[in-house]
Every structure is written in structure tokens, then in C-alpha cells.
């Protein structure tokens, strides 16, 4: 098993920069694939990035392509997820989930753990 805390988020103003983490322990992390997901009230958790454990392959939801970029660095266990040019549409509940199956890496059913997550607010 692996725990994960994610950490980083806040308020900030449409245009700004923000640096998610997502720590792990309890397990071994460089053998996890690193997702973030995103949920808003009444709505179901989506997909935004994802890096491979080894390949460091990575994957974008079209709605953040440009702006966000995932990474990891294996040594301090921990990912994060640099989101870019934030606008009001970005406002969520940010998580990050690990697991060992690449495949069907955008559905949430795929991920064995998960963070508490981290409330992102975006104001105009």
C-alpha cells in the first residue's frame, strides 16, 4: 500500500501559477504511475494528467494541453502538477492517485490509491 497527501493549493487570480505536490510513502513509489484528477460539486472526478513510473510518458486532458505539466521526482518521492495560466474554469478539488496499470490511465476505476486532495480557487 502507498499513502498519498497532496498539498499546494489555494486562492489565486485568473492568469496566475501553481505548483501542486503529491507526496507517497508506505509503498514503492517509483513503481506507481502518478495521475491528478479534478472534481467539482455534482460532478464526477476527471482525468487531467498522468506520468508513467519508468518512461515518464505523460498525458493531458485537452482542457489543460499547454498550460499544465505533470512531473516526479522519484529520489523524494513525490509528483507535482505545475498548472499555468489559471482561469475560473480551473477551480477544483485536485487529487492524485497512483497504481501499476497504464492501461485505461483516464478512468478514476483504474487508480488503487488516492489522496485527500486539494482545493485549487481560481477568482477572476
Known amino acids: 500500500q502507498v499513502q498519498l497527501v497532496e498539498s499546494g493549493g489555494g486562492l489565486v487570480q485568473a492568469g496566475d501559477s501553481l505548483r501542486l505536490s503529491c507526496a507517497a510513502s508506505?509503498?514503492?513509489?517509483?513503481?506507481?504511475?502518478i495521475a491528478w484528477f479534478r472534481q467539482t460539486p455534482g460532478k464526477d472526478r476527471e482525468f487531467v494528467a498522468v506520468i508513467h513510473w519508468n518512461y515518464y510518458t505523460t498525458s493531458y486532458a485537452d482542457s489543460v494541453k499547454g498550460r499544465f505539466t505533470i512531473s516526479r521526482d522519484n529520489g523524494r518521492s513525490t509528483a507535482y502538477l505545475e498548472m499555468n495560466s489559471l482561469s475560473p474554469e480551473d477551480t477544483a478539488v485536485y487529487y492524485c492517485a497512483a497504481d501499476n496499470n497504464w492501461e485505461m490511465y483516464t478512468s478514476t476505476s483504474r487508480y488503487d490509491y488516492w489522496g485527500q486532495g486539494t482545493q485549487v480557487t481560481v477568482s477572476s
Open positions: 508506505g509503498g514503492t513509489f517509483n513503481n506507481y504511475h
